[in-house]
């Protein structure tokens, strides 16, 4: 009886070592796996800075002179444009040269510069009125942006927008400053496509 017990330790013992390099196997593409990911990281983060140069210089003046703002998160660029530079009055017909001008035109060339990236426009307006005149704008708005990157030969595969109406302000609006401040669009870069802004529910006249 007792040989018998120390033979099936014995056996047991054995089949632990035979199953542990076993398990170390199965363990070992998780180093590889880590690596690949830190790399891809860090190529979107080289890709993101590269971005983020070329619009810092495109657009030197007029981020000295706070026409414009450009904002840098962790995986995404914003590029912040007031609507007056772009956009008529309580219209979403084009200013005269506004496709020409250094705002837009920057975006136009970043992207054809720099293919891996894609953008999401995102259209803001005050909260003048109601929120359902205020969203209709904003789309009406973001729909021409749109047009506008196709006809520069943009595929439509990297751009999306979306309307956001009041929903989400940057100022008070008890002030013409405050109001023009959150009459905004904003060109938001990435290196996968950003999910679109949240709009609100509401009705009335639309801000400009």
């Known amino acids: 009886m007792l040989s018998g017990r120390i033979v099936r330790a014995v056996l047991g013992i054995w089949l632990l070592g035979c199953a542990a390099p076993a398990q170390a196997a199965q363990a070992a593409p998780a180093a590889p796996a880590r690596i690949a990911a830190a790399s891809s990281l860090r190529a979107q983060q080289r890709e993101l800075d590269a971005a983020e140069a070329l619009l810092r210089k495109r657009l030197e003046a007029l981020l000295a002179g706070g026409l414009v703002l450009l904002q840098r ?3 995404e660029l914003i590029l912040r444009i007031p609507v007056r530079e772009l956009f008529e009055p309580d219209s979403d017909q084009f200013k005269e040269h506004a496709m020409d001008s250094s705002p837009w035109s920057a975006v136009t060339a970043l992207l054809r510069k720099r293919h891996r990236l894609v953008a999401q426009i995102n259209v803001y307006s005050d909260s003048i009125g109601g929120e359902i005149a205020n969203h209709g704008l904003s789309e009406l708005r973001a729909l021409s942006l749109l047009t506008a990157m196709h006809s520069a ?56």
Do not use: K, M
């Not at 943009?154 to 302000?169: E, M, P």
């Not at 109001?179 to 400009?208: I, K, T, W």
């Open 73 to 75: 998160e962790p995986d």
């Open 153 to 208: 030969s943009i595929a439509s595969t990297r751009v999306t927008g979306s309307g956001v109406g009041a929903a989400v302000q940057l100022a008070g609006e008890d002030t013409p400053e405050g109001r023009d401040q959150n009459r905004r669009v904003e060109v938001v870069f990435g290196l996968a496509h950003p999910g679109p802004a949240q709009p609100g529910p509401g009705s009335g006249r639309s801000g400009q």
